[in-house]
């Protein structure tokens, strides 16, 4: 496989991967495997991702949004829907090891690209498909979003206050979920081809996805019949797992969740008498009384600032952090030691910060963080040199409005 004109390097740097996904599931699946070094070709229409024109923001012409999902790609156009586009990703796939789309089931192979057309041009390759509710079921052919899963598995019924509506959560879990199980589920299949030399196919639903996120709320109703609600700013088991509003009007987490936690946590509030009381000597005891517990910390915590609790509670060595937004969370000294705010540069030396890539390996960082490719960037690259077309091939291909190619520099 002839390497790409992005600088490559990774655990993944052999793996070629095929994109035809759009929106935040796909694109984020793909992206993480992108960061880990593969080679992930991007395959768009001339119009290109939806995403590049969903406001409010934009750098050099695309949206925030879409830059904060496809770095790391090349970006080829190419018409799926035309008998000789078809026939071009045929040979992409023959070079290929794994493919990835979300469109709703049944697209694929009404483009004519099932995975048994796929399998047939490559034994070995691996179609994972992500969709809303699976390739499979009563809602098979339903659209879905994120905030549609979220409704549906029951995360929106467990997130918020107490007593008042359901809210979606804050960052998009639903899609989120379904891309990282799918970049699992696909390394999975890839490693067990170069065994079996046979590729598979793997259905992934977001449904699925958020179902298996429930985790523990759930089990307790299927275990017991204890129906969650939303638990606000507490844990539905440990009392001491609980946001607290300080004097600054900021708001600190606390978790103590041993009994040495407990017990420091009360001598550094200086209350060392709930130790003693009859209503909180265990966990139990604590939880059952919750309300008259929490009335005597809420009370505690609004005495000082905090950063005044924070300091003490880091030197009682009881677990807390600050309820921070998302520009403070963003420069915390532990995020940017980490490298979890990168900068990415443009050819034309203009650079834009993104998020880092959180998997950190000791000999295979894996990529830098290239720009995110503009529609049709790499198309003349990918089929000259992954394909070995000639250029009067892909300009008779242009000309067909198969492909697109951005213009030569």
Avoid at 27 to 56: F, H, M, N, S
Avoid at 326 to 344: E, F, G, K, P, Y
């Amino acid at each position: 496989m002839v390497p790409s004109t992005n600088a490559r390097s990774g655990p993944l740097s052999d793996l070629l991967i095929l994109d035809l996904t759009l929106f935040m599931a796909g694109p984020y699946c793909t992206q993480i495997l992108a960061d880990l070094g593969a080679r992930v070709l991007k395959i768009e229409r001339e119009t290109g991702d939806y995403t590049r024109t969903l406001p409010p923001h934009f750098v050099k012409g695309n949206s925030a949004y879409f830059h904060s999902l496809n770095r790391n790609k090349e970006s080829v156009v190419l018409d799926l829907k035309a008998p000789k586009g078809r026939d071009v990703f045929l040979r992409l796939v023959q070079e290929a090891d794994i493919v990835f789309e979300n469109f709703r089931p049944g697209v694929m192979e009404r483009l004519g690209l099932g995975y048994s057309q796929l399998a047939e041009a490559n034994p070995r390759i691996v179609l994972c498909s992500i969709s809303g509710f699976g390739q499979d079921g009563p809602y098979r052919e339903r659209p879905a979003y994120d905030m549609i899963v979220q409704a549906l598995s029951g995360s929106m019924s467990i997130t918020g206050e107490p007593g008042r509506r359901p809210v979606r959560l804050g960052i998009p879990l639903g899609d989120l979920a379904a891309g990282m199980f799918g970049a699992i589920g696909a390394l999975g299949a890839f490693i067990e081809s170069k065994a079996s030399g046979q590729g598979q196919h793997i259905d992934v639903s977001m449904l699925d996805c958020q179902i298996n996120m429930l985790s523990y709320p759930a089990v307790y109703y299927l275990v017991a019949g204890d129906l969650p609600g939303p638990q606000g700013r507490g844990h539905i088991s440990i009392p001491t797992y609980r946001a607290f509003t300080c004097a600054d009007n900021v708001d600190v987490c606390v978790t103590a969740t041993t009994e040495k936690m407990w017990k420091s946590l009360c001598q550094m509030l200086g209350m060392p008498e709930l130790v003693s009381d009859p209503r909180f000597i265990t966990n139990e005891d604590r939880h059952r009384n919750k309300e008259a517990l929490w009335e005597q910390l809420d009370a505690a915590f609004l005495q000082r600032t905090s950063q005044e609790w924070l300091q003490q509670l880091q030197e009682f060595d009881v677990p807390a952090a600050p309820v921070n937004t998302v520009d403070r969370a963003l420069a915390d000294v532990q995020v940017q030691h980490r490298n979890m705010v990168v900068t990415a540069q443009h050819p034309d030396g203009d650079t834009m910060q993104l998020l880092g890539n959180p998997v950190k390996m000791s000999r295979t960082p894996g990529n830098p963080c290239n720009w995110p490719p503009d529609v049709g960037e790499h198309t003349r690259l990918v089929l000259q040199d992954t394909l070995g077309m000639t250029p009067d091939e892909v300009a008779a291909l242009e000309a067909d409005g198969i492909v697109f190619c951005q213009p030569e520099a």
